[in-house]
């Protein structure tokens, strides 16, 4: 059984190691850059109050990113 889940299914707080995305190419090299590498360490800080987006901190740094793109982002 597999423990993988997306990143949109992490609770507030609750901190993941990176995986793998599953994104078109342009948008992960993207987020690779800010620092979403295979094995590093992420963590939910908040979400808007809508939902949208989702607040997470990785390398000590803080991103936006969209839940539509944080579904197809996969976390251990």
């Not at 949109?8 to 800010?34: K, Y």
């Amino acid at each position: 059984m597999s423990d993988q889940k997306s990143l949109g299914q992490l609770a507030v707080g609750e901190s993941a190691i990176l995986d793998e995305m599953a994104l078109p190419e342009a948008a992960s090299m993207r987020l690779q850059e800010m620092g979403l590498l295979p094995g590093a360490s992420i963590r939910l800080v908040r979400r808007a109050p809508l939902g949208c987006p989702m607040e997470f901190e990785v390398a000590g740094s803080r991103l936006a990113i969209r839940v539509s793109d944080a579904s197809n982002i996969f976390v251990q």
